[in-house]
């Protein structure tokens, strides 16, 4: 247990004491520890509550071609939809009256959506909604573009890395994409003074303790104030179809062991956790978590947006099944309050 104790003091490692910390992921007394710190940690920073994001997924078109994604170019099954700006507001009024102080706008990398276009859409959310703030997860753009819209007033983005081996990386995306471009993103969103989310999937084809162990060193050094990882599951039509999908347990034993290196982010217990398991977003706070992101897409648009098989999008994990959410938290002993939720930084 030296390694957990040595986490638990230092806040961080070096890269071959991750992977002796990773291999502590079925060891029950070792995922307790890291919990119960993990939470420790997350109630200095943030309290017993849980912030609410509304998640609008308004373009499933999308100019890459990732192997695990569900919405990648290529695959033409997907029947394809864009939001106009008057849907994204609607979208937002609604998740307005249900306490959201948060909108992420999601979506593929959809060219038709130009800095124009995207900056007279973020400049009408902020208009309309002052008191909130907006997240953007469109991609990669160009350190000009990112610029126009934090102008425009976009608050936040978030960009998962995915990996932070390059031939791993190699392995999840088509040779036109790369490790080395991501990053370059992610430290420009920085510097543009983003609140920045990175990110990875859990059991992704081709994960390795190593390359876990790279994620997590990569975390420590990019320092962002948001992390998105959720476990891997294979969607029909994609490259990956019959890999199988990651581990619930791992998820959460990383949950736990990220508010550790990073004890103020902004951490959500994801929908892909929700969807392999069906307490898995309360597991998720139960090991350091503080955020969930309720679906707030169009509900005759969600089905089309799927990323993996069997996304949940129509129960609580919906934004009409707040209340029901809301209870959910209360049950263990949390709240999920009506607040923007910015870093506390
Ligand atoms: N196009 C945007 C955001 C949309 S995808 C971008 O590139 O950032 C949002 C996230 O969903 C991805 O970063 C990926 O980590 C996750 N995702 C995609 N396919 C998935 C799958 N099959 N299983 C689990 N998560 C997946």
Redesign the pocket.
């Known amino acids: 247990m030296d390694v957990i104790n040595k986490l638990i003091r230092d806040g961080q490692l070096a890269r071959e004491e991750y992977i002796e910390l990773l291999e502590y992921a079925k060891d029950k007394a070792a995922v307790e520890r890291l919990k119960e710190e993990a939470v420790r940690l997350k109630e200095q920073y943030y309290g017993r509550q849980v912030y609410l994001r509304g998640l609008i997924e308004f373009t499933n078109y999308?100019r890459?071609n990732?192997y695990?994604?569900?919405i990648r170019g290529e695959n033409t099954k997907v029947q394809r939809y864009r939001l106009t700006k008057e849907e994204i507001l609607s979208c937002c009024e609604e998740g307005y009256g249900l306490g959201f102080r948060t909108f992420v706008l999601?979506?593929?990398?959809d060219p038709y959506y130009t800095d124009e276009r995207m900056e007279e859409i973020v400049r009408a959310v902020k208009a309309a909604y002052p008191d909130c703030a907006l997240t953007l997860?469109?991609?990669?753009k160009s350190y000009e573009s990112y610029r126009r819209l934090r102008l425009a007033g976009a608050d936040r983005y978030?960009?998962?890395h995915?990996t932070a081996n390059e031939e791993h990386y190699r392995r999840l995306h088509p040779q036109s994409m790369s490790l080395v471009a991501r990053k370059r993103c992610l430290y420009d969103l920085k510097s543009l003074g983003y609140q920045v989310g990175a990110?990875?999937?859990v059991g992704s084809p081709g994960q390795t303790l190593e390359t876990l162990a790279e994620d997590l060193e990569f975390l420590k050094e990019l320092n962002p104030e948001m992390v998105?990882i959720?476990?891997?599951?294979?969607?029909h039509d994609?490259v990956?179809a019959d890999e199988p999908a990651g581990s619930v347990e791992l998820t959460l034993f990383l949950l736990s062991v990220i508010r550790i290196l990073l004890p103020k982010v902004l951490l959500p217990a994801t929908t892909?956790l929700g969807t392999l398991d069906e307490n898995g977003r309360e597991k998720g706070l139960l090991a350091g978590a503080n955020v969930v992101m309720p679906n707030l897409s169009p509900k005759g648009r969600r089905k089309q947006y799927e990323?993996?098989d069997n996304k949940i999008c129509t129960g609580e994990e919906a934004a009409e099944g707040i209340a029901v959410l809301s209870r959910r938290i209360e049950e263990i002993g949390w709240t999920a309050v009506s607040a923007r939720g910015d870093y506390c930084g």
């Open positions: 999308c890459n990732c695990y994604c569900g999601q979506g593929g990398e997860s469109i991609g990669e978030l960009l998962r995915e990110g990875f999937m998105g959720g476990p891997f599951i294979p969607h994609t990956f892909a990323l993996y």
